[in-house]
């Protein structure tokens, strides 16, 4: 039978030891190569053997515990969804459009590690296997085809006691299993199992591992004899288009997707903990550090979130929620009326608060609950073993929010409690001291704080571009003075902009139905395609690359500098 | 295999060997195109080159008895040869005449991948941090900035212009790391021309001429041509430096899949960095080279 690529069969690829700390494995299934790694977190990863970026194998890459590193420009690829997270040539970009390597279905069972071409089958072990401690052979290569594998090991059982073929290449021979991993037309590996453990296992081994080497020099030899098979051509998958294009940004989907709240906890005065899971259990999506995601609370409003976790964690993620009780429904939604096992909509991770990794220096400063995109930068420089300073400042009467994911920090991690205001200014002068190049300052806090310490970083000659902050409420006015027109590509309309009005309120009157949310350009609900004309940006949610970019804008500040908009819509 | 040697190519000068390093009167041999050459210098130091039929490597021979010869030209030290019919110029580099310059070649070393990846690779710049490690780059700077690349139409070449990288040890009296800028130039399917600022001359600069010879579609043979204004260094430690550089390349080039250059956008995943390479994987899709790439499919 001719091996197809498509063969939905698990098959071993490697035994359990081939994975030993920090270490990548090459392997191969079907034509196709591999590269099979276990993350620090225990997670088994095999992925296809090819970075997206340049096409070099990344089983030479480096296993960094919970991230894989590429060899050729040190892309970064995250542990169970193989996105990447940072891309060391453009360190003030996050990677924003979705690159991620193809992945393939694994399990570890037996002292073997499983895979298959696809995820058509589930894994399924063998007749008895539950029922027995097994007890792996060494694995033998043979240069000869899967099938004659599997029939040479048939040939092997006694006349009076045949061999019991089962499904998926496989062979018993009395107390033995031999598994068959196709590794291409013409390339096969016998794997073992032995039905327990041997009393003498060095001698067990030999004596297996010799009665093999015979039988794969009796196939070899035959296979010699035979025209060789042509391998089988895997292809590997195009990228998508707006990948392969390059542009500078891609504008969001916006798309949601349903979250179990597993946890919620008190991680300090006023600071609830949250963590949501996929509701299967899956992996969540790829996120970088600093990066937010929109949750969308029972109320019917959305608001923004970072996320804490450090690289490769996407089995949950941690948010903290600030229980103001000046809020206007929206913290306070989430802290009064969600509970465990509540399902909430969040949307993908979106970075607009990116980390640079080439400095020479990174100074984190939060203020509060500021601390939560800024512990996930220190877990993500703590991992890779760059130096960095994380200074919390914390009012007086608050505790410090997730002070045990502190503690753990190698860096060097210092709270500042309970500080004056104009003392502070003088504290973040002395933690600042004046700019020297590639150092890099990251502030979250509140408002004031922000401004604060931008005003300080801007006095010691920081530029601008070495001093990073987000901001998750547009506090800016907005200049509503102008007018202009906008024509809607799409709904074939154009529209009068008067002063005073919205982009957002104009269209709305004109009968379309466009999405919103916050209405202040902070939540990037209302964002719209821009084919033509020239944005008067307003928003605090677009970054300045996609500001320049020209190619977007939200609808519910931002206006015309032009006096036309062709609109994407 | 022979049937992707496009006309473009069998038609272009390709470089063979340092001619200096070719013996006299005797026989070296190589590989061009999946054709077997065979090589040598006559009395008067001037390569002949020939198809190859049963002459063997260092077997003794006389220049003169060569009758049936493929065209030559010695350029740049090197010589270079061509299976079809070949342009009467080779491209411009008209730096190598100036009279005070180090002219050398830098040795020859063979590479399992393609020659227009091995082009690729000389053209980027985000791989010094991580494949030369504390010589071109290191961690943490490892910002490609923004460059300028344009296909010169009437030189009918790629250039890439301002490009800044930051070097530990761009000269030997740096001793913080500094900013170099680099221009590249591809004049031809498989040589690229690199010029760099000269620590001994600023109003100069030093230039680089990596050529490359196409074995076959997937294997090529790297020869590196200095042209220094370096009143310090030797001969060997040039040489010496550059090995190293190609000796860090080599072993990541060789894990390179498929070793064919892929000239469709989606085969691979393009970042602003690699402008240099987009330009040139188009200049060579409208050229029509099919040799050592894999053309995008119409």
Known sequence: ?569 | MRNTLDSITRNLWHVVAATDELPIGLVETTTLLDTPLALTRGLDGEPVVWLRRDEEQGEEIDAETVLERLPVKTAYGYTWTCLGSPPAELFPIPEFAEPDRVNMSCGSIGIHVSAPRAVENFLDMGHFPYVHTDILGSEPHTEVKEYDVEVSEERDEVLATRCRFIQPRAAKSATKPMEVEYVYRVPHPFCSVLYKSCPEDETRQDVIGLFLQPVSEERCRAHLLQSMIDSTSTITDLRRFQQTIFGQDKPILENQYPKKLPLDPRAETPIRADKSAIAYRRWLSQKGITYGVIPQAS
């Open chain 1, 1 to 569: 039978m001719p091996l197809s690529l498509s063969d939905p069969t698990w098959y071993p690829i490697a035994s359990s030891e081939d994975l030993p700390f920090r270490h990548v494995y090459q392997g191969q299934l079907l034509g196709r190569e591999l590269a099979v790694w276990r993350a620090d977190d225990g997670t088994l990863n095999v992925w296809e053997n090819r970075c997206l970026h340049r096409g070099v194998r990344l089983s030479i890459g480096i296993n960094e515990g919970q991230e894989l590193k590429c060899q050729y420009h040190g892309w970064r690829y995250a542990n169970g969804s193989a996105g990447c997270t940072y891309i060391p040539a453009h360190p003030a970009d996050a990677p924003a459009r979705r690159i991620e390597n193809r992945k393939y279905p694994v399990r570890e069972a037996f002292g073997l590690v499983w895979s298959a071409a696809n995820d058509d089958q589930p894994f399924k072990p063998f007749p008895d296997a539950e029922a027995k401690a097994w007890f792996p052979l060494r694995p033998l290569p043979v240069n000869a085809s899967p099938d004659d594998v599997v029939a040479g090991l048939a040939r092997l059982a006694p006349d009076d006691q045949p061999a019991d073929m089962l499904p998926g290449m496989a062979v018993r021979l009395e107390t033995a299993i031999y598994f068959v991993q196709p590794v291409d037309s013409g390339r096969s590996v016998i794997r073992g199992l032995l039905a327990e453990k041997p009393a003498n296992e060095i001698a067990a081994l030999r004596h297996y591992n010799e009665m093999l080497t015979k039988l794969r020099d009796r196939l070899e030899k035959a296979a010699a004899r035979k025209p060789a098979p042509e391998p089988l051509q895997p292809s590997f998958e195009k990228v998508s288009v707006d990948l392969a294009t390059m542009p500078d940004i891609a504008i969001p989907r916006g798309t949601t997707f349903p979250v179990l709240v597993k946890r919620k906890w008190q991680s300090a005065d006023g600071v609830i903990g949250f963590e949501l899971a996929d509701r299967d259990g899956k992996h969540l999506p790829t996120f970088q550090p600093g990066a937010h995601i929109d949750v969308h609370l029972p109320n019917g409003l959305v608001r923004q979130y970072s996320i804490t976790n450090g690289p490769g964690e996407l089995m949950s993620y941690v948010i903290g929620v600030k229980q103001e009780s000046a809020s206007k429904g929206g913290s306070k939604a989430l802290v009064e009326t969600v509970r465990e096992g509540d399902v909430l909509a969040i949307s993908e991770p979106r970075n607009n608060f990116p980390l640079r990794r080439d400095a020479t220096r990174t100074v984190l400063i939060a203020g509060g609950i500021g601390i939560t995109p800024l512990l996930s930068m220190a877990r993500f420089l703590d991992k890779s073993s760059l130096p960095y300073e994380l200074h919390y400042f914390v009012r007086s009467g608050e505790t410090a929010a997730f002070r045990s994911e502190l503690e753990v920090l190698h860096g060097e991690v210092r709270t500042h409690m309970g500080i004056g205001r104009k003392a502070i200014r003088k504290e973040v002068e002395a933690i600042l001291g004046l700019h020297e190049f590639a150092n890099h300052v990251y502030i979250c806090g509140p408002g004031p704080m922000l401004e604060m310490v931008q005003d300080a970083a801007a006095a010691l000659g920081w530029p601008d571009e070495a001093i990073h902050f987000e901001y998750f409420r547009n506090d800016k006015t907005i200049d509503a003075s102008s007018s202009f027109e906008i024509e809607l590509a799409r709904s074939a309309m154009t529209l009068h902009v008067p002063a005073g009005k919205t982009v957002l309120e104009t269209m709305r009157e004109a009968g379309l139905t466009v999405p919103s949310s916050c209405e202040q350009g902070a939540c990037g609900t209302c964002l719209t395609g821009v084919i033509e004309g020239e944005v008067d940006h307003q928003d605090v949610y677009l970054n300045k690359s996609e500001k320049a970019s020209n190619s977007c804008m939200m609808t519910c500040v931002s206006r015309a500098r032009s006096h036309r908009l062709v609109l994407d819509i």
